[in-house]
């Protein structure tokens, strides 16, 4: 604790905590590391900082971010290491961007609503020479997104041109599932592949159509659903009994309990899938 005692910048002594590690007398584990082995923690990280936020506890967030952050300097070690750039250049690249992105603080213009400072967002990191050449109004989406936000992507970017590549329409949801409930159980895997996919996409887009975050939306729903579940598992052992031998029936019917009661409660019903 004596290394730490004396610290000022925290950011710095980061950075110098994080060199220490990877010397040739540092940690064998860090001094392994590349920046493709770390990607998964990046992941990881940013999942838990997730977690933190929806839990509202400021230690975990503090830890969480201070994770994140970690991984900055990682990376930036690692490449500093290869004579590619430090942390400062990662730094300073995030400024020179803010600043260029916000003419309306920064600079003399002004601009009405959040709207538009997205459409600005978007005109400006279009015109910017440094970085990835774009050359598609879509490119700048994670591959690494989960599905369902990389669709909300897609149609937000889409949509912010004035093209909508989905309707969000009730009645073509609505037409698509029926088609899947009456599809032939020979029917090639990739057609109804295809059209779940298509069934999500429109799903997204009516999500988007009545102001809800669909990614958001599906892990409360998740949630709910794991809930409702240990409130199962637990009354059964209570009674002495064992959720891996219970009768599909059985719990079809403890099942339809919980979900009255869900409702009940005024909370959203909750539902299974077969």
């Known amino acids: 604790m004596a290394l730490l005692s004396e610290g000022k910048n925290w950011v710095s002594e980061?950075?110098?905590?994080?060199g220490r590690l990877r010397a040739p007398d540092g940690c064998p584990w860090d001094r392994e590391q590349t920046h493709g082995s770390l990607k998964r923690y990046v992941i990881e990280e940013a999942y838990e900082l997730l977690d933190a936020i929806d839990d509202d506890d400021d230690a975990q967030l503090i830890d969480e971010l201070g994770d994140v952050l970690l991984q900055v300097v990682f990376h930036s070690q690692i490449a500093t290491e290869?004579?590619?750039f430090d942390l400062q250049r990662v730094a300073r690249r995030c400024c020179e961007k803010?600043?260029?992105r916000h003419p309306h603080v920064f600079g003399d213009s002004s601009l009405p609503d959040a709207q538009a400072v997205l459409q600005q967002w978007e005109r400006l990191k279009r015109a910017e020479p440094a970085g990835r050449v774009r050359t598609s109004v879509l490119d700048g989406i994670p591959r690494q997104l989960p599905a369902l936000s990389q669709a909300e992507k897609v149609q937000k970017k889409a949509g912010r041109?004035?093209?909508?590549?989905?309707?969000?329409?009730?009645c073509e949801i609505?037409?698509?599932a029926s088609v899947l409930a009456s599809a032939d159980s020979g029917s090639p895997s990739c057609e109804k592949s295809?059209?779940?996919?298509?069934l999500l996409f429109s799903v997204v887009g009516l999500a988007r159509k009545v102001g809800v975050d669909p990614e958001a939306a599906l892990r409360e729903h998740v949630e709910r659903v794991r809930d409702s579940f240990r409130r199962i598992e637990i009354g059964l052992v209570e009674r002495g009994e064992d959720i891996h031998g219970i009768e599909?029936?059985?719990?079809a019917e403890l099942w339809q309990g919980e979900t009255e009661e869900t409702r009940a409660e005024?909370?959203?019903a909750v539902g299974i899938g077969s």
């Open 248 to 251: 599909p029936r059985k719990f």
């Open 266 to 268: 005024n909370l959203p």
């Open 82 to 84: 290869e004579g590619r």
């Open 14 to 18: 980061l950075e110098t905590i994080m």
């Open 194 to 198: 295809a059209a779940i996919g298509r």
């Open 174 to 176: 609505s037409d698509t």
């Open 98 to 100: 803010l600043v260029h």
């Open 161 to 170: 041109i004035g093209v909508d590549v989905v309707s969000g329409d009730i």
